[in-house]
């Protein structure tokens, strides 16, 4: 059997939402399964390549992390080129997180196709004693604007890699 039976796909994913909500550290987690408690530690990669296996073929997520310019609201066009994927993150104990979501989202919706497989992420689930946003909150607004929902915790690892496998095997479907 040769190398070339079958198609590869390669995703591209982008990770948004208000900083320091864990968007480096959900994909620290997920691609390397590492944790930082010191945000500034951690390093601005562009993105970090991760295969999963859907139906027996290798499929590839090229998922791209901020390198820290959401700061200063100046996340540009090239970081949502060509993207099929998103997870927009917020922090489940801070408030102003969430209601930055809609703004996020607006922003996804200009740079990027209809068709973008879009997950909501409430992170920080472990922080549930000073939770400052419901889960039926998270729901609601995941149900009004059509995206998948879930709470992580990219501290004790909670829903991480069941929240990227999801988007990227909705986009799998969707392009197969
Ligand atoms: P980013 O700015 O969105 O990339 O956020 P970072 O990944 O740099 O995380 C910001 C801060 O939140 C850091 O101090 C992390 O250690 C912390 N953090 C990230 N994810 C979690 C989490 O799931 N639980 C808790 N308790 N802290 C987290
Ligand atoms: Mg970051």
Redesign the pocket.
Known sequence: MSDSEGEDYLFKVV?I?????????????YARNE????????IGVEFQTQSIDIDGREIKAQIW??A?Q??FRAVTSAYYRGAVGALI?Y?I?RRTTFNSVSRWLEELNTHSDTTVAKMLVG?????NNIRDVSVEEGKTLAEENGLFFME?????S?NVKIAFDMVIREIYVTVS
């Open positions: 990770i939402g208000d900083s320091a909500v864990g968007k480096s550290n959900l994909l620290s987690r944790f930082n408690m010191n945000s500034k530690a951690t992390d901020t820290g959401e700061r993150v922090d104990t992170n920080k689930s472990d922080l992580t915790s990219a501290l004790d909670t």
